[in-house]
């Protein structure tokens, strides 16, 4: 149910949330801001207590800053389990998904669920590689969904008294399409999502191009959630 206010004034990440707008443009998955946002929590042992925290881009990718950043501040035992979730609105580079495995080889009790609102440079085969190289590491990538923006925009986000069930509502055939491009990339598959951006009128376009391997390897309950793609009929 709805509170009429907004985060309590005593509630310990209400420093830590980013602000309405911010939501909103950062996550919007229409949107190609180049700037990346992260929203991280993390969870040691058997404790139920949830440590929240966001960052930016700084000179460096935002991805390379938390793990300074943890790394520094924090001890990892071999023998307690550590918990990271992370929310962000671009999936990493190759470089951070390098940097990424480094950390995880190094802290092997650590896992790792990273939450995308879009696709970083997407076509660029080293960034494909550096995806799937973590995945198979271990780590979970997914699209963000309806879910993880209602999630998010509870814990993470200072919004309005009233207005803690009022997220942005963005379509969601762009988060259905990016992840079935997400599918390709995993599948190492060719790229089906095609994506252009016209500057004089901000407009952002998407584009299904599908092979026949895409129709051979991707499920295709994938294929139909898009409500793009109307699958040929074998009449026998």
Known sequence: MASDRGPSAGDATSRRRIEPW???VFFDPRELRKETCLLYE???GRS?????HTGKNTTNHVERNFLAKITS???FHPSV???IVWFLS???CWQCSEAIREFLDQHPSVTLVIYVARLFHHMDPQNRQGLRDLVNRGVTIQIMGAREYDYCW???VNYPPGK???WPRFPPVWMKLYALELHCIILSLPPCLRISRRFQNQLTFFRLILQNCHYQMIPPHILLATGLIQLPVIYR
Do not use: I, K, V
């Open 154 to 156: 509870r814990n993470f």
């Open 81 to 83: 389990h550590c918990s």
């Open 164 to 166: 803690e069930a009022h």
């Open 42 to 44: 993390l969870q040691w």
């Open 73 to 75: 501040e924090r001890h």
């Open 22 to 24: 911010e939501f909103e």
């Open 90 to 92: 671009w999936s990493p």
């Open 48 to 52: 139920r207590d949830t440590w929240r």
